[in-house]
């Protein structure tokens, strides 16, 4: 059974109710119940007043400086995530505004690049094979070679070098050889 503080049945001693192994529980005679009893009420202790004794003037000026103290460091403390929070803030404003700024860099880039294409595709245009040849032909008087113009060279003769005005070319392979006989001199000394 279930008890509680504000069970109406608390007081009564329900243990008569069970049944009981006796020798004449198989007969047919009927059984009497009897009532329950109440159980006695514990006795609850007797509240007492308890006075607080009088504070001392140090004592109490003692518990204000702590309290004082206390409220210091939580005025501390308070100030200290103040600043934090403000940094962060400070902090999260200054990367929104670089990145403000890094996109409208991009956007100046993108639109820079567009108008590169163009102008290179202008410059292109400009300048083809198609358009030099027209302004060469039109404009400066020139026409096309034809191959009774071409004149051929034969280089299959012997390679020689002539110099004019009768200097004298001293073969490169004299003055490496004086150089290092000259440093073979300076060493051997």
Sequence with gaps: MA??????YDDFDFSDFEPKRTSYERNAA???????????????PDMKLVK????SYARTREEMKR????????????????VMMS????????ADELDRQIQSKKNELS??????????MKLDSMISLKNVEDYAQNNLGMV??????????DLSGEDKAVV??????????????????????????
């Design 30 to 44: 009927r059984k009497i119940d009897t009532a329950p009893k109440r159980r006695q009420a514990e006795k609850k």
């Design 3 to 8: 008890s509680g503080k504000n069970n109406k």
């Design 67 to 82: 309290a004082n103290l206390h409220t210091a460091k939580i005025i501390a403390i308070s100030l200290v995530l103040l």
């Design 52 to 55: 607080r004794p009088k504070k």
């Design 144 to 153: 096309k070679m034809e191959s009774h113009q071409i004149e051929y060279i």
């Design 164 to 189: 004019s005005g009768n200097k004298s070319k001293k073969s490169e392979s004299k003055n490496k050889a004086s150089f290092i006989s000259r440093l073979k001199e300076y060493m051997s000394k």
């Design 111 to 120: 639109v820079a690049q567009s108008e590169n294409v163009r102008l290179s």
């Design 87 to 94: 940094a962060l803030l400070y902090g999260r404003m200054k």
